[in-house]
């Protein structure tokens, strides 16, 4: 038989231990809610639609954005991918549509770091695409490097957020 005092603290230890359990499992609900309301886009929508042809243009977008001054996220994948054969007056055609203030800069960089191949692989395999990004230090995916608009919204992105230094061309391009 066991004393009162030892089934007292039994008790209490089986209290504590069934306390932090209750809370990690509501903390851990409220985790599983909160992911749940974000990637359905509850709190935060996106007011993006699909690949879709601009009526106006005539081109084909990744994606519609429903405010002029939202710096795109990078899209995973468009219409202009690595399948497609694209010309220098198509490349310069979707640059000066998609960004037609910082165009000029845009098409300078993509003439000197990969005379407007979206294929084009250099230093050693590390820089790829349209503005020769360096996929591995940037976390992006090659797909989206071998993209002309994924690559595009990603360098006007960085361009934006004044890192345009990073390419070595940049720097010639605003002279």
């Known amino acids: 038989m066991s004393s009162p005092c030892f089934k007292y603290y039994r ?22 809610v909160i992911v749940l309301i974000l990637a359905s886009g509850l709190l935060f929508p996106k007011f993006v ?15 519609n954005y429903l405010f002029a001054e939202y710096i795109p996220e990078v899209p995973k994948k468009s219409f202009y ?24 800069l845009l098409i300078c960089i993509a003439e000197k770091e990969s005379s407007f191949n979206p294929k084009a692989i250099g230093d050693k395999g590390k820089a790829k695409g349209l503005f020769q990004i360096h996929t591995l230090e940037y976390s992006l995916s090659d797909e989206c490097a071998f993209d002309v608009i994924c690559s595009l919204d990603f360098t006007y992105k960085m361009i934006k957020s004044n890192k345009g230094y990073l390419w070595t061309t940049y720097r010639l391009c605003l002279k």
Not at 16 to 24: A, D, W
Not at 26 to 32: A, D, E, G, L
Request: glycine share 4%; no cysteine; net charge positive.
């Open 11 to 32: 008790l209490k230890i089986r209290n504590r231990i069934f306390k932090s359990l209750n809370k990690k499992i509501i903390s851990t609900f409220k985790f599983i």
């Open 49 to 63: 639609s699909g690949p879709s042809k601009n009526s106006e243009t005539g081109i084909f977008s990744s994606q």
């Open 81 to 104: 991918a690595l399948g497609d054969i694209l010309t220098k007056d198509d490349i310069i055609e979707i640059i000066k549509k998609r960004y037609p203030k910082e165009a000029d």
